[in-house]
């Protein structure tokens, strides 16, 4: 069985500072993983995926995430935090075969002017 | 840019109702799925749904749920008789072609609150 762990429920940080929101897997395979970013009132959007091809996966509005399979971690990061960036972030996991997304319980990112 | 639907965006509904909530999924897509969002805690897979059939689906997707493809634009997720554990937030997705490799999109949600 799969399972998605992420640290912090609530991240705050100050407008240009680093972003980093944690992302810890469990899984018997080598898994996809998945950011994912919801601003209110839309659907959840794909920031990136790792897919077994580079383990630094760069996505959108400026996030990178690493891979590292000696700590199943997937952490997602951002040199430095604009007040957009402010919504809720998902990291899940996927098996190698199957459609089934297996989400962690999300981290709310706050940015202070 | 195409983007998955959702209607309503808010449903309130009496215990032992039947609800349909209503997706339509991004029109080159050909893979479905229903998560849901109780408040307060994980978004949970719920089902998916090709080909007019059921893919996969979860231990939380019982004999109260059904899905359907209706008219080849709309996914339907049928609740037969709500409960008050259905109240959450539902989900649907698509993706075009088999996931994981194939990114599912997401639509903005509808909100049951089961009374």
């Known amino acids: 069985a799969q399972s998605v762990t992420q640290l912090g429920s609530h991240v705050s940080v100050s407008e240009g500072a680093l972003v980093l929101l944690r992302c810890n897997y469990s899984?018997?395979?080598?898994?996809?993983l998945f950011w994912y970013v919801q601003y209110p009132n839309q659907g959840l959007q794909l920031l990136l995926k790792y897919t077994s091809a580079a383990t630094l996966v760069k996505g959108i509005n400026g996030f990178e995430a690493e891979f590292k399979k000696s700590e199943t971690s997937f952490h997602l990061t951002k040199p430095s935090a604009h007040m957009s960036d402010a919504a809720e972030y998902f990291c899940?996991?996927?098996?190698?075969?199957?459609?089934?997304?297996?989400f962690g319980g999300g981290t709310r990112l706050m940015v202070k002017p | 840019e195409p983007e998955v639907t959702q209607t309503p965006s808010h449903q309130v509904t009496q215990m032992g109702q039947e609800v349909i909530l209503r997706c339509v999924p991004i029109s080159n897509h050909l893979y479905f799925y229903w998560y849901r969002q109780i408040l307060g805690q994980k978004v949970e897979f719920l089902v998916s749904?090709?080909?007019?059939?059921?893919?996969?689906k979860s231990e939380i997707f019982d004999d109260q749920f059904s899905v359907e493809r209706p008219d080849g634009s709309n996914f339907t997720l049928k609740i037969r008789s709500t409960k008050l554990e259905d109240s959450a937030m539902y989900f649907c997705?698509?993706?075009?072609?088999?996931?994981?490799?194939?990114?599912?999109?997401f639509g903005p949600g509808t909100r049951l609150l089961v009374l």
């Open positions: 749904f090709y080909n007019n059939e059921i893919s996969e």
């Open positions: 997705a698509s993706s075009v072609g088999t996931a994981p490799r194939e990114t599912q999109y």
């Open positions: 899984s018997s395979v080598p898994p996809y």
């Open positions: 899940a996991v996927s098996p190698f075969a199957g459609n089934m997304l297996t």
